[in-house]
């Protein structure tokens, strides 16, 4: 059973930062592409960011230079560092799988499997 835990969420000011992680079980991490997406409320599902198993990283335009996925397989864990938020990035933020994270275009990416998890609240805000 693929399960996704994430942590880090929280509120802060623009222009701050946070750090997410994502704990995973139930699969080899070291074999799949991750992704981090978010939704905030009233607004489609966005693809932010996606790593692949190699350490490939690729991300959306709005949060280019800002945001850093990394992985450690060791841990089963997937990191996002998010620096100099906006209150645009308010959001649930959720990891999955992805099916090709060089292939696809990063926003509009699906989990693979139909497996995510509960997600983490982050607020910008002043």
């Known amino acids: 059973q693929l399960q996704f835990v994430e942590s880090g969420g929280g509120l802060v000011q623009p222009g701050g930062s946070l750090s997410l992680s994502c704990a995973t079980s139930?699969?080899?991490?070291?074999?799949?592409?991750l992704f981090w997406f978010r939704q905030a409320p009233g607004k489609e599902r966005e693809g932010v960011s996606c790593?692949?198993?190699?350490?490939?990283?690729r991300y959306v335009g709005s949060v280019k230079g800002r945001f850093t996925i990394s992985r450690d397989n060791a841990k089963n864990t997937v990191y996002l560092q998010m620096n100099s938020l906006k209150p645009e990035d308010t959001a649930v933020y959720y990891c999955?799988?992805?099916?090709?994270?060089?292939?696809?275009?990063?926003?509009?990416?699906?989990?693979?499997?139909?497996?995510w998890g509960q997600g983490t609240q982050v607020t910008v805000s002043s």
């Open positions: 139930g699969f080899t991490l070291f074999s799949y592409d």
């Open positions: 790593i692949t198993s190699g350490g490939t990283t």
């Open positions: 999955a799988i992805t099916k090709f994270c060089l292939a696809y275009d990063v926003r509009i990416m699906t989990p693979e499997f139909g497996s």
